[in-house]
C-alpha cells in the first residue's frame, strides 16, 4: 500500500554524536596511578608552559589516585604548552589513545604527540570539552596528524611511542595558573557502531524543508527492542514525543510555528539507548506571505549569499533551488582555468559547469565566478607569473565573461592568492606584487569583453598581514583594477564581538581607501565550521553568530556583500572542519537544515527590502535598526555573553525570535545570544539589566 501512493520515502537521518566515553573501548590501561612511583615527567623545554607532576590521592576519578598537573602560563609569545611524558608503546595501527581528565573549564586544546618508529613526530588532536570536571578525553592515533622530521613520509610507521600529552593554551598570550587531573591512561579500540535504524518519510521533501501547518510523518525500525521519538524545537522546547516497537513505529507530528526543528529517533534494547539519528527539518513561512513585513514581496537579499562547490562537482543541482527556498539567490562558485583551457587557447565549457549554470539561468540566481588556479599548459602548472601566463589568464577570464554573459555579472580574480589555496603548494610567486601584475590585466581583458560585468579584485585576502597586502597589490594593479574588493575574515570558534570583527573590517577598508583602493569589501567568504574537536562550533553557535555576523558587518557600511562559506557540508567527516562548513547537511542526508540556515533566512526575509540605519552597543547588548519601505523598523537584537533584561520606547507592533515564530508582543524583553527581531516605529532601547544583577541591591 505505502509504495504504492509513492508518498513515502526512505531517509538517512543524522547519527547523533556520540560521547567520547562510548566511541571507545579499553584494550589495555597504561596507568590508573593506583601505585606508588610516578612513572610520568613534564617536558620543560623552551615551548612548555611550568608545570610540575604528582601522584594524588586525594582526588581521583577511579580507585584511589590520580595524576596531579600543577600549572602555569605566563603568556609566551611563539608556543607555551604542558607536555606529559611516560613511557608507552603502541605497537600497530588502529588504536586509540585517552584518559579522564579534571580541569577548571579552561578550553585547553588536548593532543597527542607520537613519534614513529623512524623518528618522525606525529601530533593529533584529541576531543575534549571545555566542560569543567572529569571528562573523557581521546582520539584516534593515526587520525589527522600533522608530522615533521623522521623519515618525512607523513605516516605513522609502528610501533610508535607517545612523547607527550600536549595540553595547549586557549590562546596566544594566555595567563593562568591551577591544577588539572588525569587517570585511567588507556589504550583503546574504536567501537563500531551499529546502523539498523530504517526511516521512512511522509511526505518527503528536498532539504526537509516544510511549511507552518504541515502534518509529517516518519515509520521507523531497527534491530532492537522499541523506539522512542521526540520532536523539539531549536531551544529544545518539546512540540511531540511518542514511542513504538522496533519493528515498525510511527512518529507523527505537526509543526504549527515556523523554525528549525529535530525530530530524535533512539533504538533502545533493554531499556538501554543503543542508536539515535536526527530528522532535522524546518517551517518557513510562505516566501509571498501576507504575514511577512513588508507585505507580498519577493525576499531576495544583495547583502547575503553563500558560496558553493558546483564547479568541484560536490553539490546536486537541486540543492541550488533549496538556497531560492531560504531567500538566498546569489551563490559563489568556480569554473577552472585547466578545465576551461584544457587545450591551449581552445576554450570549452565543461559539461558540469555548463549544467549549473543553465540551472542558475532558469532560476535567475545570481551566481558570484571566480577565475582561479593553476593550468598545467602555462607556467609549469604553478602560479601564473610570466607574461604569457598573465596574457593567458587573461584571456581565459575575459572569455569566460563573455561566454557567460546574460548569467553572470560578478566575478572574482583568484581565491586566496597569498595563501595558496588551491594550490597544493605549485612553484611561483604567490607575493601580494605578483597578485597585482596578474589583476590588472585580467580586469582589463573582461571589463573590454563585458563592460558591465562586475570584477572583484584581490580574491579574498586573510590573516594577521591583510591590510598590508592589499595595498601590496594595488601597488602593481593600481587603483583602477578592481570594482570590489575581497577579504576572508575568518575568527572560529571566536564569537564575531569578542573577536572584534567590526574593528578589524574597519581598519582594513581604511587603509584600502588610504591607499586609493575603489569600491566596497565583499566579505567572500567567512563561517564557523560545526565539527568535532579544536576549532569546531555547535550548530546553535553558528546560527546565531551567523545572524550577528551579517548585521555587524551591514552596520560598518563598508561592506556590500556576505558570502557565507559554505550552504552544505562537503563531506561526512565529523572530525574534519571542511566537511562541517555547510548551513545545511550533506546530500547523503537531504541536504536536511541545520539551526543557522533558517536563522539565516528569517535575517534575510525581515530585512529584505529595508535600508540598515544604526546599530548601538550599549553594555552587552546589541540593537540594528532597518527601516522598509513602509517606514516600519525592524530591531535586531542580541546580547553577546549573558542574558539582558531591556525595556524598548516606541511602538512595538510585532515580535520573532531567531528563528521567525512570532512572541507576545511587549516592551520588555529578554535578551540573550539568540537574536530577536521587533517590528514598530521609534524602536529604542530604554534600559538594560544584566540578568544576573537582576534583584541586587
Ligand atoms: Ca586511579
Ligand atoms: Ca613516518
Given at each position: 500500500?505505502?509504495?504504492?501512493d509513492?508518498q513515502?520515502?526512505?531517509?538517512e537521518?543524522v547519527?547523533?554524536?556520540r560521547?567520547?566515553?562510548t566511541?571507545f573501548?579499553?584494550?589495555?590501561?597504561c596507568?590508573?596511578f593506583e601505585?606508588?612511583g610516578?612513572?610520568?615527567?613534564?617536558?620543560?623545554?623552551?615551548?612548555?608552559?611550568?608545570?610540575d607532576?604528582?601522584?594524588?590521592?586525594?582526588?581521583?576519578?577511579?580507585g584511589t589516585?590520580?595524576?596531579?598537573?600543577?600549572?602555569?602560563f605566563v603568556?609566551?609569545?611563539?608556543?607555551?604548552?604542558i607536555?606529559?611524558?611516560?613511557?608507552?608503546e603502541i605497537?600497530?595501527?588502529?588504536?586509540?589513545?585517552g584518559f579522564w581528565?579534571?580541569?577548571d573549564?579552561?578550553?585547553?586544546?588536548?593532543r597527542l604527540?607520537c613519534?614513529?618508529?623512524?623518528?618522525?613526530?606525529h601530533?593529533v588532536?584529541?576531543?575534549?570539552s571545555?566542560?569543567?570536571?572529569?571528562q573523557?578525553?581521546?582520539?584516534?592515533?593515526?587520525g589527522?596528524?600533522?608530522?615533521?622530521?623522521?623519515?618525512g613520509?607523513?605516516r605513522?610507521?609502528?610501533?610508535?611511542r607517545?612523547?607527550?600529552i600536549c595540553?595547549d593554551?586557549?590562546r596566544?598570550?594566555?595567563q593562568g595558573k591551577?591544577?588539572?587531573?588525569?587517570?585511567d591512561?588507556?589504550?583503546l579500540?574504536?567501537?563500531?557502531?551499529?546502523?539498523?535504524?530504517?526511516?521512512?518519510?511522509?511526505?518527503?521533501r528536498?532539504?526537509n524543508?516544510?511549511?507552518?501547518?504541515?502534518?509529517?510523518?516518519?515509520?521507523?525500525?531497527?534491530q532492537?527492542?522499541?523506539i522512542?521519538?521526540?520532536?523539539?524545537?531549536?531551544?529544545?522546547?518539546?512540540?511531540a514525543a511518542?514511542q513504538?516497537p522496533?519493528?515498525g513505529?510511527?512518529?507523527?507530528?505537526?509543526l504549527d510555528?515556523?523554525?528549525y526543528?529535530?525530530?530524535?529517533?533512539?533504538l533502545?534494547d533493554?531499556?538501554?539507548?543503543?542508536e539515535?539519528?536526527?530528522f532535522?527539518l524546518a517551517?518557513l513561512?510562505?516566501?509571498?506571505?501576507?504575514d511577512?513585513?513588508?507585505?507580498?514581496t519577493?525576499?531576495?537579499?544583495?547583502?547575503?549569499g553563500?558560496?558553493?562547490?558546483?564547479?568541484?562537482?560536490?553539490?546536486?543541482l537541486p540543492s541550488?533551488?533549496?538556497?531560492?527556498h531560504?531567500?538566498i539567490d546569489q551563490?559563489?562558485?568556480?569554473i577552472?582555468?585547466r578545465?576551461?583551457?584544457?587545450q591551449k587557447?581552445?576554450?570549452?565549457?565543461?559539461?558540469y559547469?555548463?549544467?549549473?549554470?543553465?540551472?542558475?539561468?532558469?532560476?535567475?540566481?545570481r551566481?558570484?565566478?571566480?577565475?582561479?588556479y593553476?593550468?598545467?599548459?602555462?607556467?609549469g602548472?604553478g602560479?601564473?607569473?610570466?607574461?604569457?601566463?598573465i596574457?593567458g589568464?587573461?584571456?581565459y577570464?575575459?572569455?569566460l565573461?563573455?561566454?557567460t554573459?546574460g548569467?553572470?555579472t560578478?566575478?572574482?580574480v583568484?581565491n586566496?592568492?597569498?595563501?595558496?589555496?588551491?594550490?597544493?603548494?605549485?612553484?611561483g610567486?604567490?607575493g601580494?606584487?605578483?597578485?597585482?601584475r596578474?589583476?590588472?590585466?585580467t580586469?582589463?581583458?573582461?571589463k573590454?569583453?563585458?563592460?558591465?560585468a562586475?570584477v572583484?579584485?584581490?580574491?579574498g585576502?586573510?590573516?594577521?598581514?591583510?591590510?598590508?597586502n592589499?595595498?601590496?597589490?594595488?601597488g602593481t594593479?593600481?587603483?583602477?583594477?578592481m570594482?570590489?574588493?575581497s577579504?576572508?575574515?575568518?575568527?572560529y570558534?571566536?564569537?564575531?564581538?569578542e573577536s572584534?570583527?567590526?574593528?578589524?573590517?574597519?581598519?582594513?577598508?581604511?587603509?584600502?581607501s588610504?591607499?586609493?583602493g575603489?569600491?566596497k569589501a565583499?566579505?567572500?567568504e567567512?563561517?564557523?565550521?560545526?565539527?568535532?574537536g579544536?576549532g569546531?562550533?555547535?550548530e546553535?553557535?553558528q546560527a546565531r553568530y551567523?545572524v550577528?555576523?551579517?548585521?555587524?558587518?551591514?552596520?560598518t557600511g563598508?561592506?556590500?556583500k556576505?558570502?557565507?562559506?559554505?550552504?552544505?557540508d562537503?563531506?561526512?567527516?565529523?572530525?574534519?572542519?571542511e566537511?562541517?562548513?555547510?548551513?545545511?547537511?550533506?546530500?547523503?542526508?537531504?541536504?536536511?537544515?541545520k539551526p543557522?540556515?533558517?536563522?539565516?533566512?528569517v535575517?534575510?526575509?525581515?530585512?529584505?527590502?529595508a535600508e540598515?540605519?544604526?546599530l548601538?552597543h550599549?553594555?552587552n547588548t546589541?540593537?540594528a535598526?532597518?527601516r522598509k519601505?513602509?517606514?516600519?523598523?525592524?530591531?535586531?537584537?542580541w546580547?553577546?555573553?549573558?542574558a539582558?533584561?531591556?525595556t524598548?520606547?516606541?511602538?512595538?507592533?510585532?515580535?520573532?525570535d531567531?528563528?521567525?515564530?512570532s512572541?507576545?508582543?511587549s516592551?520588555?524583553?529578554e535578551?540573550?545570544?539568540?537574536?530577536?527581531y521587533?517590528?514598530?516605529k521609534e524602536?529604542?532601547?530604554?534600559t538594560?539589566?544584566?540578568?544576573?544583577?537582576?534583584?541586587?541591591?
Amino acid at each position: 500500500m505505502r509504495a504504492a501512493d509513492g508518498q513515502w520515502q526512505p531517509i538517512e537521518c543524522v547519527p547523533a554524536d556520540r560521547t567520547t566515553e562510548t566511541m571507545f573501548d579499553v584494550v589495555r590501561t597504561c596507568d590508573d596511578f593506583e601505585t606508588e612511583g610516578l612513572k610520568w615527567n613534564t617536558w620543560l623545554g623552551g615551548q612548555n608552559a611550568r608545570s610540575d607532576v604528582q601522584r594524588d590521592t586525594a582526588e581521583h576519578y577511579r580507585g584511589t589516585g590520580s595524576l596531579r598537573v600543577d600549572y602555569e602560563f605566563v603568556g609566551q609569545r611563539d608556543f607555551e604548552y604542558i607536555q606529559l611524558n611516560s613511557d608507552i608503546e603502541i605497537p600497530k595501527p588502529g588504536y586509540g589513545f585517552g584518559f579522564w581528565m579534571k580541569h577548571d573549564g579552561t578550553p585547553f586544546t588536548v593532543r597527542l604527540r607520537c613519534v614513529d618508529v623512524s623518528g618522525e613526530t606525529h601530533q593529533v588532536d584529541l576531543l575534549a570539552s571545555a566542560k569543567p570536571g572529569w571528562q573523557f578525553v581521546a582520539g584516534l592515533v593515526d587520525g589527522h596528524t600533522t608530522a615533521w622530521s623522521g623519515d618525512g613520509n607523513k605516516r605513522q610507521d609502528y610501533p610508535c611511542r607517545p612523547v607527550g600529552i600536549c595540553i595547549d593554551r586557549p590562546r596566544v598570550g594566555f595567563q593562568g595558573k591551577g591544577s588539572l587531573w588525569i587517570d585511567d591512561v588507556a589504550l583503546l579500540s574504536p567501537r563500531k557502531e551499529s546502523h539498523t535504524l530504517h526511516v521512512e518519510v511522509q511526505p518527503p521533501r528536498y532539504g526537509n524543508l516544510y511549511a507552518v501547518g504541515d502534518e509529517i510523518a516518519l515509520t521507523v525500525r531497527g534491530q532492537g527492542q522499541h523506539i522512542r521519538w521526540t520532536v523539539a524545537d531549536f531551544w529544545n522546547r518539546q512540540l511531540a514525543a511518542g514511542q513504538g516497537p522496533a519493528k515498525g513505529a510511527e512518529a507523527r507530528f505537526h509543526l504549527d510555528k515556523a523554525g528549525y526543528f529535530a525530530c530524535t529517533l533512539e533504538l533502545l534494547d533493554d531499556d538501554r539507548v543503543i542508536e539515535t539519528e536526527v530528522f532535522h527539518l524546518a517551517a518557513l513561512l510562505d516566501l509571498w506571505s501576507e504575514d511577512l513585513l513588508g507585505g507580498k514581496t519577493s525576499v531576495r537579499s544583495d547583502f547575503a549569499g553563500v558560496c558553493s562547490h558546483f564547479g568541484q562537482r560536490a553539490y546536486p543541482l537541486p540543492s541550488m533551488e533549496l538556497m531560492l527556498h531560504y531567500g538566498i539567490d546569489q551563490f559563489r562558485d568556480e569554473i577552472h582555468w585547466r578545465v576551461y583551457e584544457a587545450q591551449k587557447a581552445h576554450y570549452a565549457m565543461p559539461d558540469y559547469a555548463a549544467a549549473y549554470l543553465q540551472r542558475a539561468a532558469e532560476l535567475k540566481m545570481r551566481p558570484l565566478i571566480i577565475f582561479d588556479y593553476n593550468n598545467p599548459r602555462y607556467d609549469g602548472d604553478g602560479f601564473p607569473n610570466s607574461p604569457e601566463a598573465i596574457a593567458g589568464f587573461a584571456a581565459y577570464s575575459a572569455d569566460l565573461a563573455r561566454q557567460t554573459q546574460g548569467t553572470v555579472t560578478m566575478f572574482e580574480v583568484w581565491n586566496e592568492w597569498i595563501g595558496g589555496c588551491g594550490m597544493s603548494g605549485r612553484p611561483g610567486d604567490h607575493g601580494p606584487e605578483a597578485y597585482g601584475r596578474l589583476l590588472k590585466p585580467t580586469y582589463e581583458a573582461v571589463k573590454k569583453a563585458v563592460p558591465n560585468a562586475m570584477v572583484v579584485g584581490i580574491g579574498g585576502e586573510y590573516g594577521p598581514h591583510c591590510a598590508e597586502n592589499i595595498v601590496g597589490s594595488l601597488g602593481t594593479a593600481g587603483t583602477d583594477a578592481m570594482d570590489a574588493w575581497s577579504i576572508h575574515p575568518y575568527r572560529y570558534p571566536r564569537g564575531p564581538e569578542e573577536s572584534d570583527l567590526i574593528g578589524e573590517v574597519t581598519r582594513i577598508a581604511n587603509r584600502v581607501s588610504e591607499a586609493g583602493g575603489r569600491g566596497k569589501a565583499w566579505i567572500t567568504e567567512i563561517g564557523w565550521p560545526t565539527h568535532r574537536g579544536p576549532g569546531g562550533s555547535d550548530e546553535a553557535a553558528q546560527a546565531r553568530y551567523c545572524v550577528r555576523t551579517h548585521v555587524l558587518l551591514k552596520s560598518t557600511g563598508v561592506v556590500e556583500k556576505i558570502f557565507w562559506y559554505d550552504f552544505k557540508d562537503d563531506g561526512l567527516n565529523r572530525f574534519y572542519n571542511e566537511h562541517n562548513f555547510g548551513l545545511v547537511h550533506h546530500q547523503h542526508f537531504n541536504c536536511a537544515p541545520k539551526p543557522g540556515i533558517v536563522a539565516l533566512s528569517v535575517l534575510i526575509r525581515m530585512t529584505a527590502a529595508a535600508e540598515f540605519e544604526t546599530l548601538d552597543h550599549t553594555g552587552n547588548t546589541w540593537s540594528a535598526v532597518y527601516r522598509k519601505s513602509d517606514g516600519r523598523q525592524v530591531m535586531v537584537a542580541w546580547a553577546d555573553d549573558e542574558a539582558a533584561s531591556v525595556t524598548l520606547s516606541g511602538q512595538v507592533e510585532a515580535t520573532f525570535d531567531m528563528m521567525g515564530s512570532s512572541q507576545p508582543v511587549s516592551t520588555s524583553i529578554e535578551l540573550t545570544g539568540d537574536p530577536v527581531y521587533v517590528v514598530g516605529k521609534e524602536l529604542k532601547i530604554q534600559t538594560n539589566t544584566r540578568s544576573s544583577e537582576k534583584g541586587q541591591p
